[in-house]
């Protein structure tokens, strides 16, 4: 809470105050003291205060989901300017331009999921508030016609269903090309299956953004579609349709591997989804977020195929498959010659599933089999190879002239070290560090040219030098 009061040891013992004062002061005192201790002050003093104020306001910009409400008492009505304010409640009586420039708090757009403000009025102010727009907009309109300024106050409901049927409109015309009859099936072929994996990335997008929308839209005006108009025919047919929007949102996310989206959306869309739509369960979208399906399918197997099989019915195979190949992709450049083999095995895996070579039970076995390589490791390392970095270096080792089989470990233990020896910052190739750090891999690649037969060549320096960056 933020207001004009400043709490001070002075402040809560003022002579002369009756006891009913000294009382409420004592509160008050009592009650700003637990507040700035919360923030990490320990005293009471104006410095505190006005510290405290500065580190509430930016917080309450900078970061809204730690600062969501935030309660002002005679403050902030001008100078402050935080674009995710989205609510104002108004428990006061306000008028002319102390009016107009509290409801300007909250006209500051800030990226897609807020479009406009709301003013939750408790003091009955409307028509002061229709009375203040007009009186400070109204010079600046003074020479136009009274029909071209019109709409400056709009009526919530309408402008609510207006919206609601613009977003069914836009997601009605994405998924126009989704087979019949429009099933999850259907839009899971055409979202994310064989080829269209890749080919319709751009639409999933739209999918996941339309339907966030949408969500948002229904949710300002579903207790009162009754009242714009609808019947309850209608009302029904509305609902069934965002509910299948939601859930082939949510089967595609799963099945296309595109999971981490969730968190565009964040605790809020699920809230939205369970509230007003009531959809399909999609918790293993918010565990795939946290785990990975590589963690998933070591530590959750039966659960996880389960719930695939529940969620995508007959392209579960292709669905954790994608899901498997998306995590080798983001994971390639931290052991790129590890995960490329592991791509490989799972591509030609998924292939032969298709072709009736191996049945779904055994591609399951085969699966989980993939997933614990990736995690474990494909072959057994020496013991000294006990870290990410040496793992990897051990992993995508050149292959010398001589003594080939001890030679993955030297070359791990010589390049780790001399990776140890980097300064920060040498990623940065217009820095001293970058040379350096160059140069101290050619140094440890010479360690070992003379024993093992290696060949030094900038190629060699460029992929040692693209792992140290990864650690």
Known sequence: MVSSYIASNEAARTAGMGAAQQSEEMFKYETCRRMLQD??????????????????????????????????????????????????????KMQDHGLFQAICRVNRLDGESKEFGYIVDYKDLFLSLGKAVKSFTGEA????????????????????????????????????????????????????????????????????????????????????????????????????????????????????????????????????????????????????????MVELLVNRTEEIIRDTERKTGKHAAESISNNLKKEI?????????????????????????????VEYKDFLEKVVDLAKKIKY?????????????????????PVPRRHAERFPEQFALVMDRKCAEMQAGFQDPLSLRYREARFLIQ??????????????????????FNLAKQY
């Open 39 to 92: 923030f990490g002050f320990q005293s009471a003093s104006v410095a505190s205060c006005e510290k405290f104020e500065s580190k509430v306001k930016e917080m309450f910009i900078r970061e809204p989901g730690r600062m969501k409400l935030l309660i002002v008492v005679d403050k902030l009505l001008t100078g402050f300017d935080a674009p995710p304010a989205t609510y104002l409640y108004i428990d006061k």
């Open 141 to 292: 309109f003074e020479n136009y016609e009274s029909a071209d300024v019109q709409g400056l106050l709009k009526d919530r409901l309408t402008e609510a269903n207006k919206l609601l049927a613009q977003r069914l409109d836009r997601l009605r015309a994405l998924c126009e090309p989704v087979e019949e009859p429009k099933g999850l099936d259907e839009y899971l072929d055409y979202f994310c299956m064989g080829e269209n994996l890749e080919k319709h990335q751009r639409q999933r997008v739209e999918l996941y953004r339309g339907t966030a929308a949408l969500m948002r839209a229904y949710a300002k005006v579903c207790d009162e579609l009754d009242l714009a108009g609808y019947s309850k025919e209608q009302i029904v047919l509305i609902r069934k349709e965002v509910e299948l929007f939601a859930n082939a949102r949510d089967a595609v996310k799963l099945a296309s591997g595109d999971y981490i989206d969730m968190k565009m959306y964040e605790a809020e869309m699920r809230n939205l989804i369970d509230t007003y739509v009531h959809a399909s369960d999609a918790e293993s979208v918010s565990t795939l977020e946290d785990m990975g």
């Open 329 to 357: 992709t983001e994971k390639r450049s931290l052991n790129p010659r590890f995960y490329d083999s592991m791509g490989t095995l799972l591509v030609r895996l998924l292939e032969d599933h298709k072709k009736g070579i």
């Open 377 to 397: 490791g494909e072959k057994p390392r020496a013991q000294s190879i006990n870290t990410p970095r040496l793992k990897a270096l051990y992993d995508n080792a």
């Open 443 to 464: 140094e440890g690649l010479e360690e070992l040219a003379d024993e093992f037969g290696l060949d030094i060549n900038d190629e060699a320096i460029e992929k040692i």
